[in-house]
């Protein structure tokens, strides 16, 4: 999980509670990096400072998928997932998880282009 924090820090920007949040958390990842930090430490500093994603409801999910005006085939191939499993998240068979959440949230609020 904490090479997944470093890597999502090189690809993604991160979403931080407060701008004071974002300063004790890069100074963290400085002191975690230069191995005076523990792995667990440096793990309760994410969950402190960055913002948390929220799970989504089915209705949520097929709500943002109509607002972008996206079929499902369409939907999937954005979020790199199977239309399949696109139906079973707007059921309620499944629930979105990890990377897949993370980028219903940014959809969500940035729009489908953003992953585009």
Wanted: net charge positive; hydrophobic share 40%.
């Amino acid at each position: 999980m904490l090479r997944l924090c470093i890597h999502m820090k090189k690809t993604m920007p991160k979403k931080y509670r407060s701008k004071i949040m974002a300063a004790i958390h890069e100074t963290a990842s400085d002191i975690f990096r230069t191995g005076l930090m523990e792995k667990q430490t440096m793990r309760d500093f994410d969950l402190l400072c960055l913002t948390p994603i929220k799970k989504m409801k089915p209705k949520k999910i097929r709500a943002l998928r109509l607002r972008e005006k996206a079929s499902q085939t369409l939907f999937a191939a954005y979020l790199n997932v199977t239309p399949s499993l696109v139906s079973k998240w707007e059921r309620g068979e499944k629930h979105p998880r990890g990377a897949s959440l993370k980028l219903l949230s940014l959809v969500e609020k940035k729009g489908l282009e953003i992953v585009a």
